[in-house]
């Protein structure tokens, strides 16, 4: 048997999959057009926003390429803000832009501080925009969006947030926030297959757009989409299968409540810190309140033993991106894991690690259940 722990894509819900079997239908169609107003209604009840969401047939990077490609023009000053491997592409976007940018790096494993934007701001006063990511996969570190749009002038750039890995698992509220964009994407906390890529902007976002007029990208122009929008249209095809799917994960998510959603994704990801830690292993994110509810890190200099051995076993993780291959192994727990899966995860990994020649101890159940018991949800959550 296979067992799928990796940030993207994730295990699929069995309704979210069945979904996507669904008989194909027209996309010109009135079901169609119901499908659409449905999916938008979804997501703005999870985004708590009345404004209008983009849904692109693309991988998360497809959509941060078109909030870069609309928002941004060549000699834009943009304030890009990388804590890992996604901060620096979200960068490497707006570099081929030809954007003058403005580095602010914060060390693998660490969490960017709101003041550390605040001052690039007040140095960079004419920026156009600041790059952020919110759940950094590669490292397993969550960032905070609002303590950092709080920290910011008034008159402020743009503030565009990648939310590929946090959209679904955690708070993602760009209206309460102050945020301007976000780009996410099917396949991590929105439990679907890859293929759709869902863009928000803020009212003061698509005035700049209009102001900006159409990107050089005729597929991702984002005026274009939402134009067809509002006719409950899509401009192009659309992955009609992937958005029934979607339908189908909003539903859960919606009907599970978010916020014991979001609690009991914090509860899997404490447990297991501390079960992997009760083994010996280290963790790459020290701060325990930066650490993501959908992804964490162990760092161990045989990652690539260690992944390789939970792989014969028939567990897949992920391991390092850019300067932390080869040093750790990412584990995801987006889905709705319980306790069996906690066992079966640490205990996979306490086997997998003596058989890669590392030194593990025994008890880390224990450790990992009190933390579990302690974390219980209340009733009123
Ligand atoms: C996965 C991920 C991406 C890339 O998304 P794709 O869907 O693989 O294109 C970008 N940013 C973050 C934070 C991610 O986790």
Same mark, same amino acid.
């Given at each position: 048997?296979?067992?799928l ?5 994730v295990? /699929? ?5 069945s ?8 996309h ?6 119901a499908?659409l107003l449905?999916l938008?209604?979804r997501?703005?009840?999870?985004l708590k926003s ?8 693309s991988?998360?990077?497809?959509a ?5 490609e609309?928002?941004?023009?060549p000699d834009?000053v943009?304030?890009?803000v990388s ?11 707006a ?8 580095s602010?790096?914060v ?9 550390a934007i605040a001052?690039?701001v007040?140095?960079h006063p ?5 790059l952020?990511t919110?759940?950094?996969?590669s ?5 905070p969006?609002h303590?950092?749009?709080?920290v910011l +002038?008034k008159?402020r750039p743009?503030l ?6 946090s959209?679904g698992v955690?708070?993602?509220?760009p ?8 780009a ?8 679907c297959?890859?293929?759709v890529?869902v863009v928000w902007?803020?009212?003061?976002a698509?005035?700049?757009l209009?102001?900006?007029?159409? +990107?050089k990208s005729?597929?991702?122009?984002l ?6 929008m509002?006719?409950?249209?899509? +401009?192009?095809?659309?992955?009609i299968?992937l958005?029934?799917s979607?339908?189908?994960a /909003?539903?859960?998510?919606a ?6 959603w979001?609690?009991e994704r ?7 810190a501390?079960?992997?830690e ?5 963790? /790459? ?6 650490r ?6 162990i760092?161990?200099p045989?990652?690539?033993r ?7 076993m028939?567990v897949?993780?992920a ?6 291959k ?6 995801a727990h987006y889905?709705?894991m319980?306790w069996?899966e906690m066992? /079966?995860i640490?205990?996979?990994?306490y086997?997998?690690a ?8 025994a008890?880390f159940?224990?450790?990992a ?9 209340c009733?009123k959550?």
């Amino acid at each position: 048997m296979k067992h799928l722990f990796t940030p993207g894509p994730v295990p /699929l819900p069995h309704e979210v999959a069945s979904s996507g079997a669904r008989p194909m239908i027209g996309h010109r169609s009135e079901e169609f057009s119901a499908l659409l107003l449905r999916l938008q209604n979804r997501l703005r009840d999870l985004l708590k926003s009345s404004g209008p969401v983009v849904l692109l047939p693309s991988s998360g990077t497809g959509a941060l390429e078109s909030m870069v490609e609309n928002l941004l023009r060549p000699d834009d000053v943009v304030i890009s803000v990388s804590c890992g491997q996604f901060g620096l592409r979200f960068r490497e976007m707006a570099s081929r832009m030809d954007c003058q940018i403005v580095s602010v790096d914060v060390p693998w494993g660490e969490a960017v501080a709101p003041e550390a934007i605040a001052e690039a701001v007040r140095v960079h006063p004419e920026a156009r925009a600041i790059l952020l990511t919110h759940n950094e996969t590669s490292t397993g570190v969550i960032n905070p969006i609002h303590s950092i749009a709080s920290v910011l +002038p008034k008159e402020r750039p743009l503030l565009l947030v990648d939310v590929v890995s946090s959209l679904g698992v955690t708070p993602c509220l760009p209206e309460v926030w102050g945020v301007d964009a976000l780009a996410g994407a099917s396949q991590k906390g929105l439990l679907c297959p890859p293929g759709v890529g869902v863009v928000w902007l803020s009212p003061r976002a698509w005035e700049a757009l209009e102001s900006l007029g159409h +990107p050089k990208s005729f597929y991702f122009d984002l005026l274009g989409y939402r134009d067809s929008m509002e006719h409950l249209q899509s +401009p192009y095809t659309p992955p009609i299968s992937l958005f029934y799917s979607l339908d189908a994960a /909003l539903a859960l998510l919606a009907e599970h409540g978010y916020a014991k959603w979001w609690k009991e994704r914090r509860r899997f990801a404490a447990a297991f810190a501390a079960g992997a830690e009760a083994m010996g292993l280290d963790l /790459l994110v020290r701060q325990k309140r930066h650490r993501s509810p959908g992804v964490t890190a162990i760092k161990t200099p045989e990652a690539k033993r260690l992944k390789d051995a939970l792989y014969g076993m028939g567990v897949e993780v992920a391991g390092g991106l850019g300067a932390l291959k080869g040093q750790i192994v990412r584990v995801a727990h987006y889905t709705d894991m319980g306790w069996p899966e906690m066992c /079966l995860i640490l205990g996979s990994i306490y086997g997998a690690a003596k058989s890669a020649g590392l030194s593990v101890n025994a008890g880390f159940l224990d450790v990992a259940q009190r933390v579990w018991e302690e974390d219980a949800p209340c009733g009123k959550c």
